[in-house]
T-cell receptor, first 114, second 111 residues
């Protein structure tokens, strides 16, 4: 079975540019999460969706960040405009809500904003 | 305010010995606890979990203990193997799937 698929694996961009990260959750999962990992703040939850509906976006750092889930098999996290402090590893994870609590993570996107 | 804390950034043990990783939490509403393992350049992978109604869960070489009164959980790996060398994250959940993570402990198992 395919796991959570994220793209791109690596993204290098210049400050001010728009960045779009993509995620395909595991088929059949109904919850999707975006996490960010940095040295300073560890793994922090940015936003999560249940049945494609955003439930909690309190972790989104600023209005520059936005996330969408147009259907059950695709989600995007967009940063516009990007800043050097956005450099981090961004993980997408999915789970089947109501079955158990464990998350299945993608391999992450390493974002570097120069 | 960090709700899940792993106070030891690193741990080194000899192969065959026991590894004990610790985690403390502050939110009494957490009702499910998980451990994840992470290798470099990969996402975290689920290892073992425990519900707040239990105090122990065992899966092969891995055992998780929960002390609710102390708001403390620990992961025991015995015997430790070199392939266990990784970063271990403790996580706690109060809402299905929405987990708060600790900063991780890097475990090194020496041959």
């Amino acid at each position: 079975d395919a796991g959570v698929i994220q793209s791109p694996r690596h993204e290098v961009t210049e400050m001010g540019q728009e960045v779009t990260l993509r995620c395909k959750p595991i088929s059949g999962h109904n919850s999707l999460f975006w996490y960010r990992q940095t040295m300073m703040r560890g793994l922090e939850l940015l936003i999560y969706f249940n049945n494609n509906v955003p439930i909690d976006d309190s972790g989104m750092p600023e209005d520059r960040f936005s996330a969408k889930m147009p259907n059950a098999s695709f989600s995007t996290l967009k940063i516009q405009p990007s800043e050097p402090r956005d450099s981090a590893v961004y993980f997408c994870a999915s789970t089947l809500r109501g079955y158990n609590e464990k998350l299945f993570f993608g391999s992450g996107t390493q974002l570097s904003v120069l | 305010d960090q709700q899940v804390k792993q106070n030891s950034p690193s741990l080194s043990v000899q192969e065959g010995r026991i590894s004990i990783l610790n985690c403390d939490y502050t939110n009494s509403m957490f009702d499910y606890f998980l451990w994840y393992k992470k290798y470099p350049a990969e996402g975290p992978t689920f290892l073992i979990s425990i519900s707040s109604i239990k105090d122990k869960n065992e899966d092969g070489r891995f055992t998780v203990f929960l002390n609710k009164s102390a708001k403390h959980l620990s992961l025991h790996i015995v015997p430790s193997q070199p392939g266990d060398s990784a970063v271990y994250f403790c996580a706690a959940s109060e809402d299905a799937g929405k987990s708060t993570f600790g900063d991780g402990t890097t475990l090194t198992v020496k041959p």
